[in-house]
């Protein structure tokens, strides 16, 4: 029996676990002299008509089913257009020369894939099409897990027929709506909400009565997605950090990628981190920065996630984003501080912090240095926060997750054998 995971969106879910304490890294201008020029795409330069007279230049947000060609792609397709001919089955010159260069595309897609010797590069008319004929390839009642990031539920059929089951990841309300329609409860077996329930909130009464009139699905909250280091290596960061575990103010601005209205994030916390270094205080900075030889200064630079997660349980404040890295931090049973980077973690902290589970920043240096301050100078509430970020016991969504897994696969297993 196969398994079907299905998460309607190309964002990183907070089940996905990047690499916390990444490099914040300011995305590359359109007009950067390290880029190359943007392939050239068919109707880039078209300008279309206004409603109040006038024209403007035309912006395509529809790149799905009806994308646009690019220019090279247009102009071999009109060049091969006066030898069109049939593939495969004439005998002509025209249709020679058409089946030539199927046969090249279809080794030009190979070796960008890297397929092996063995491996066939198939042609088809769209995704559903795809997906359909890679359904009806699959054997029944073969075992395994098959993981799809897809939205449109037509593409769900051709797996339940076969007898998949269908798990639905949700990280975002949009898509947790789309999962309680009545058209897709019939589809999914389990829904996945990828966040504490204290965060994605308790299920309405209106999603509770769609599952019980449809007896569907299982709902389970993955609370936090973090790796954990191997006993043996446990105290190896910290001894690099040069700090003893509760005694240092750990920051981690996070961030891979640039945000809007956030460009700065990593030179405010950055200052943030420095500044609290000059106060006094053993500051752990993760992320990129001048190694220096400046008191209670502890540059590290990105760590990969386990390390990060034994930082994270030995400090004695966190300054973190306001991403999947303030959840690791509760989980870890730290107080935290956090500060909004993207536009969807300000409603995530103020619910944190409606919860007691963490203080709140704006991303200005002064304001975080404030609120770190107010914590290191009273314990009383510091060891509150950390606290309450304890009694939640956030569960690891990992192991969560793989014994769900198992338990949709063992009985589908049984059946096979029996």
Not at 119 to 131: E, G, K, P, S
Not at 282 to 311: K, M
Request: charged share 20%.
């Amino acid at each position: 029996m196969s398994i079907l995971a299905v998460q309607p969106s190309p964002a990183t879910p907070a089940t996905a676990a990047p690499e916390t304490g990444a490099a914040f890294r300011r995305p590359p201008s359109a007009h950067s002299p390290l880029l190359p020029p943007l392939a050239e795409v068919i109707g880039a330069d078209l300008t279309v008509p206004l409603v109040h007279g006038g024209t403007a230049r035309y912006v395509n947000l529809d790149y799905a089913a009806s994308a646009p060609a690019l220019r090279a792609v247009a102009d071999r397709v009109a060049e091969l257009l006066p030898l069109y001919s049939s593939v495969h089955r004439g005998a002509g010159y025209a249709s020679a020369v058409c089946t030539s260069a199927y046969e090249a595309a279809r080794a030009a897609i190979a070796g960008f894939v890297d397929a092996g010797d063995d491996d066939v590069v198939i042609f088809t008319r769209n995704t559903t099409d795809a997906l359909n004929l890679l359904a009806a390839a699959v054997p029944g009642g073969a075992g395994g897990v098959l993981h799809l990031d897809i939205e449109h539920h037509a593409n769900l059929l051709p797996w339940q027929r076969l007898g998949a089951r269908v798990v639905y990841i949700s990280a975002r309300r949009r898509q947790r709506r789309k999962a309680f329609r009545w058209h897709w409860l019939p589809l999914i077996d389990e829904h996945w909400i990828a966040y504490p329930e204290f965060i994605a909130g308790r299920m309405s009464v209106l999603e509770r009565f769609k599952i019980k009139v449809a007896g569907r699905p299982t709902v389970r909250y993955l609370d936090v997605i973090m790796s954990r280091a191997d006993l043996g290596e446990r105290g190896a960061i910290l001894s690099r950090a040069g700090c003893e575990a509760g005694a240092f103010v750990l920051v981690i601005p996070g961030g891979g990628t640039g945000h809007p209205g956030a460009d700065d994030a990593l030179a405010e916390f950055l200052a943030a981190a420095r500044s609290l270094a000059a106060r006094g205080a053993a500051t752990v900075y993760v992320g990129p920065a001048r190694i220096g030889a400046e008191p209670n200064w502890h540059p590290l630079g990105p760590l990969p996630q386990a390390e990060l997660a034994e930082l994270m349980s030995a400090a004695r404040l966190i300054v973190a984003n306001g991403g999947s890295t303030l959840i690791q931090a509760i989980a870890c049973g730290s107080a935290c501080i956090a500060v909004p980077i993207a536009k969807d973690q300000a409603e995530r902290i103020r619910r944190c912090v409606a919860a007691g589970v963490a203080a709140a920043a704006t991303l200005d240096a002064a304001s975080i240095v404030d609120a770190a301050n107010l914590l290191l100078q009273n314990e009383t509430q510091r060891a509150a926060l950390a606290a309450r970020a304890a009694h939640l016991q956030l569960a690891d969504g990992v192991a969560l997750a793989i014994r769900a897994l198992h338990a949709l696969v063992e009985p589908a297993t049984n059946e096979s054998e029996a």
